[in-house]
């Protein structure tokens, strides 16, 4: 709400509620790994949902999908540091993939 006070509590509400309202969750699971079956039998409802099965993207193919996205919110920093979070908005992506393996 534009009219309330900016103050730590009211800018927390307003991210919580931006929260649920955008936050979406991807889980990804590899099917070659030995411990999928398990899991699906674990957590069903989580395993009865679609599954998309996609080939690993290279890193740079990451951050160029980041940077298209992200480049269209006004952020306030420099260009340098724009370049920066979109690097690692895609590293993220990257490690996230490369710890899978692990789990």
């Known amino acids: 709400n534009p009219n309330l006070e900016e103050n730590l509590l009211n800018m ?43 080939m690993p993207w290279p890193e740079a193919a990451l951050v160029a999908v980041s940077s298209a996205f992200l480049s269209t919110y006004k952020l306030d920093c420099s260009e340098q540091d724009k370049g920066r979070l979109y690097a690692l908005t895609g590293s993220f992506q990257a490690l996230t993939r490369d710890l899978c393996d692990v789990y």
């Open 12 to 54: 927390y509400n307003y991210l919580m509620d931006r929260l649920r309202d955008n936050l979406h969750v991807c889980l990804c699971f590899s099917p070659v790994n030995a411990k999928f079956p398990i899991r699906a039998q674990k957590f069903p409802a989580v395993f009865t949902v679609n599954i998309n099965w996609f």
